[in-house]
């Protein structure tokens, strides 16, 4: 619980009750379901924090440091002068099956 599972090598960056025991069983031999490990850490006051996953490795930096310059921007221009700009939000959906 000290440690990141990255720390450890593995793959995932977060702890779950599953993924913990089943850690702990390697370590330890002593095989605790995914409910024993989660009454355990609530005994011990430990709390779930859900995971927050984040896309940003998987974008463009390029096309992302554009749309932050044109935001702020327009950020300016709102703040300067409100009645000069509009601003509409589309939404499209792409699902490709």
């Known amino acids: 619980m000290d ?9 995932f960056g977060r702890w779950t009750g599953e993924r ?3 850690h702990l069983e390697g370590i330890t031999g ?12 609530k005994r011990k006051k430990f709390v ?3 995971a927050k996953y ?3 490795d998987k974008q463009d930096s390029e096309k992302r440091e554009v749309f932050k ?7 300016r ?5 409100p009645n ?8 499209k959906k792409s699902w490709q099956i």
């Open 20 to 22: 913990l025991s089943k």
């Open 48 to 50: 779930y924090i859900w």
């Open 77 to 81: 221009i709102a703040q300067e002068k």
């Open 3 to 11: 440690k990141n599972p990255t720390e450890l090598g593995y793959e």
């Open 30 to 41: 002593i095989k605790l379901s995914k409910s024993q490990i989660v009454r355990i850490l």
């Open 54 to 56: 984040s896309l940003e």
């Open 69 to 75: 310059e044109k935001l702020s921007e327009y950020m």
């Open 84 to 91: 000069h700009l509009q601003v509409s939000i589309k939404r």
